[in-house]
């Protein structure tokens, strides 16, 4: 597939323990022969390896300058972290993250959120109001039945769970 008719993603990464893992995400785009451009949410910053991210991606981070896909690639949140996820529910566009996301929701393009946030915040009653406008907005969420703690319990972050949780959420990009 060239890239010109491969499907693209824009990934937006928030700090969450999945995001130590973000090689395995980009692995799992690229198995599906998808473009992928990475943006970061401040926070997230510090736990990126730049570089990393230059030599799996083929683009600049967006944060670094690296120009926006044109058209209307799949935007995918995740790690989306419970501050995000609150965000994105009520318009706040504060952050290349939100800014970015909030837009595609209003484009009308494919806009996918995978939270990771622990138990105790999955259910709290801001996080299912949050769900419930996502939804209404027409927004894609891979949201987990109990709290994803992925690498809470000393998995160094490739384990299965992570492997599994990347592949998840790839899957609900549809990319192809």
Request: glycine share 10%; with cysteine.
């Amino acid at each position: 597939m060239s890239a010109s008719s491969a499907p693209r993603l824009l990934l937006l990464v928030t700090a969450s323990s999945p995001l130590r893992s973000l090689h395995l995400g980009l692995a799992a785009v690229r198995r599906r022969g998808a473009e992928v451009w990475v943006g970061a949410s401040p926070d997230a910053l510090p736990w990126l390896d730049e570089a990393a991210v230059v030599a799996d991606t083929g683009h600049p981070l967006l944060n670094a300058g690296g120009p926006l896909p044109a058209g209307h690639p799949t935007v995918c949140v995740a790690p989306a972290t419970f501050n995000t996820v609150n965000k994105l529910a009520s318009g706040v566009a504060d952050t290349l993250v939100t800014a970015v996301a909030a837009e595609a929701v209003g484009l009308g393009s494919r806009v996918v959120v995978a939270p990771s946030f622990n138990t105790a915040l999955l259910a709290h009653p801001v996080a299912q109001e949050s769900r419930r406008r996502l939804e209404s907005y027409g927004v894609h969420l891979l949201w987990p039945e109990t709290g994803n703690d992925t690498g809470a319990d000393g998995d160094d972050g490739d384990g299965p769970d992570v492997v599994e949780w990347w592949e998840a959420v790839v899957a609900r990009c549809e990319l192809g």
